[in-house]
């Protein structure tokens, strides 16, 4: 991600790039030069492969006047402070702002999503790779610890999502290999690999109790809901962290939730770079560093009742501690309307929660023909001031520093219902 903390002006909700309390915050880098140092690879594309790109060189942290990437700096910073025993920690900073995975892989990665016989598949002569030749190459012969990632917001748009389940699963795997292999082995062949699921962006959207919202907002050229039933992968910020979320299922890998960090203005930009760093940190000093910190929750068992009036969600993840319930709104049901008239499409309905106890919530009333479940499964669901999202659990916070909080939100899903 490309958002550097050296934004000056004093308004935490400016449009680009700007970070909370960016002037004190690049005061602080100096107390890391004994300890961290930052590399940063000069911006650019080329159409093949070369051994080497143009960059900063390693500068001491308190040199660079903020012009980092700043969820970069405070997952480092905060990854610095709780190792021990203490050990110096260098920053390899590679990224363009707007760019689709697609510019970051390399020939290979791009090949295995093509010829699948999907609907949203890449045709065969489809090529890229741009960024991947000029500003990841390089870096393949450089043994590194693992890696972190902050993008997706360019393809969120244009395809179905599906491509890019398929894309960014093939991109970190490919990763891996080409390192591996470029070190000779001294990088492990699973490095740990964790991302920032995409923020919030745009209007919120605010649910009340009749709220409801069609199955797809338009007809979309590239997505064809006959083999997506609940429109799960239909275009949008929400697909992408569909698919984010489903990359969890490769081997060392993890994922930092943060659509709880809004800026008013709606703009993708978020000044609150702080708590993306500190949550990404938690991940990595678990999957690298063997720690056994409490990572974020994630909704667990559905029941329903009895009279079928509701929903019984179980929330996994609490570590025994007792969910915070901060809006009741965030639950819609897909409710399945071509069974009373076939040229109709499903329509979502909310279901606020009713009650709730340390680890579940009772959300309702069902619709009639109740097919599938989601949450918060909006580009901007929790409105537009920050940590507001309506399901969260207590932690123990990994320190003192800025953005370092004392609690984890629950991430959006989409879930048919089996019941």
């Known amino acids: 991600n490309a958002s550097n903390i050296n934004c000056t002006v004093p308004d935490t909700q400016c449009e680009y790039g700007c970070v909370n309390q960016s002037g004190s915050e690049i005061a602080e880098m100096g107390k890391y030069n004994d300890s961290i140092r930052l590399f940063a690879v000069n911006r650019g594309p080329s159409k093949v492969p070369v051994p080497e790109s143009p960059n900063s060189g390693w500068q001491l942290a308190g040199e660079n006047g903020g012009k980092f990437s700043a969820a970069c700096w405070f997952f480092g910073r905060d990854l610095y402070n709780k190792v021990t025993p203490s050990r110096p920690f260098g920053l390899i900073e590679s990224d363009v702002g707007g760019t689709p995975d697609q510019h970051w892989s390399s020939p290979d990665a791009l090949s295995k999503c093509k010829n699948l016989n999907k609907s949203w598949e890449w045709a065969d002569n489809f090529t890229d790779s741009v960024l991947w030749n000029n500003m990841i190459v390089p870096l393949t012969r450089n043994t590194i610890k693992g ?22 699963h093939a991109m970190i795997q490919d990763w891996r290999e080409k390192w591996f292999e470029g070190t000779g082995g001294a990088t492990i062949s699973l490095f740990p690999f964790g991302w920032a699921q995409l923020n919030s962006n745009g209007k919120p959207v605010n649910l009340t109790n009749n709220s409801t919202a069609p199955f797809r907002p338009y007809r979309h050229a590239k997505w064809n809901h006959e083999d997506d039933p609940i429109g799960a992968w239909y275009p949008g910020f929400q697909a992408i ?179």
């Open 241 to 419: 962290r569909l698919a984010q979320s489903s990359t969890l299922d490769l081997p060392n890998t993890f994922q930092a939730i943060i659509l709880d960090t809004p800026v008013a203005s709606g703009s993708v930009h978020s000044p609150y770079k702080q708590p993306v760093g500190s949550r990404l940190a938690r991940g990595a000093l678990n999957s690298a560093y063997g720690m056994t910190l409490q990572s974020f929750p994630s909704v667990g068992r559905i029941d329903k009742a009895s009279d079928g009036s509701s929903l019984n969600i179980s929330i996994i993840g609490t570590n025994g501690s007792a969910i915070q319930v901060r809006s009741e709104f965030g639950f819609e049901i897909l409710n399945n309307d071509t069974v009373v008239n076939k040229n109709t499409l499903p329509t979502w309905h909310a279901a606020p929660i009713i009650q709730f106890s340390s680890n579940s919530v009772v959300i309702g009333p069902l619709p009639e023909y109740p097919i599938a479940v989601r949450y918060i499964f909006y580009n901007a669901p929790c409105g537009s001031n920050a940590y507001m999202c309506p399901i969260y659990v207590p932690v123990e916070s990994l320190g003192q520093e800025s953005g370092e909080l004392d609690f984890l939100p629950l991430g959006p899903f989409i879930l048919p219902l089996e019941i």
């Open 147 to 168: 890696a972190i990632w902050y993008q997706g917001e360019a393809n969120a748009g244009g395809d179905d999502i599906r491509i890019y389940n398929c894309s960014f």
